[in-house]
């Protein structure tokens, strides 16, 4: 099935929606995948022309659940993705964020006792 935008889908549909297959974006990205209303829904792995990937769980088009990101570079990042985020990633976001405000805290009090 092509696309005005130059992108394919091979795969299954139910009334024309798509199921399980392959979408290959007209950007040369892929994935290979589950679908629910258009958009990457449940086990299905992205891929990039960078040579970036993910293998996990999809919600709505985004990474949600367990999976496992490869950078360009080599990396891998596996865990628990949230809307599109590793979950580790935003825990150490909060956690940079209560430092920087326990520090704060602690310099003013040095302050008030100078």
Known sequence: MG???ESEYQGGTTSGELIHGIFA???HEVYDGEWRD???H???EHSALSGER???EWIGGARHGK???FSALGHKYEG???GGALRAAQESQLELRAKVRRKRVAK???WRHV
Do not use: K, L, M, R
């Open 3 to 5: 696309f005005p935008d």
């Open 25 to 27: 974006f007209s950007n």
């Open 38 to 40: 258009d958009a990457p």
């Open 42 to 44: 449940g086990a299905g």
């Open 54 to 56: 993910y293998v996990g």
């Open 67 to 69: 999976g496992t990101f």
């Open 80 to 82: 628990d993705w949230v």
């Open 108 to 110: 003013a009090q040095q």
